[in-house]
């Protein structure tokens, strides 16, 4: 099994930036992607972005592509999610999740964090 738990949310103004850390433990932790999502008030869970750890592959929604940049540190067994250009939209709870290969749907993923909110105001 993978542990995750998602830190760096918080309240930002519209144009501002946030990164979001998401620390993985466990067995085998290389041998897992991570994807980062993003559940939004009255909106169903999406996908942001996801990341390979041996392959260094990444995953882009469309909606984010331009702004957001995840990363990840072999070392630290870490990913991270650069967040630029936030607006109000990007509202929501954000959640890192594990799965064995990157995959757009939520129900690829296995293990999850517990979330961390992210607030922009106009």
């Known amino acids: 099994q993978v542990q995750l738990v998602e830190s760096g949310g918080g309240l930002v103004q519209a144009g501002g930036s946030l990164r979001l850390s998401c620390p993985a433990s466990g067995r085998t932790v290389s041998s897992y992607a991570i994807g980062w999502f993003r559940h939004a008030p009255g909106k169903e869970r999406e996908i942001l972005a996801a990341?390979?750890?041996?392959?260094?592959?990444?995953y882009y929604a469309d909606s984010v592509k331009d702004r957001f940049t995840v990363s990840r540190d072999d070392l630290k067994n870490t990913v991270w999610l650069q967040m630029n250009s936030l607006q109000p939209e990007d509202t929501g709870v954000y959640y890192c999740a594990s799965s064995l290969i990157i995959a757009k749907y939520d129900f690829e993923y296995d293990e999850w964090g517990q979330g961390t909110q992210v607030t922009v105001s106009s």
């Open positions: 990341i390979s750890w041996r392959a260094g592959s990444t």
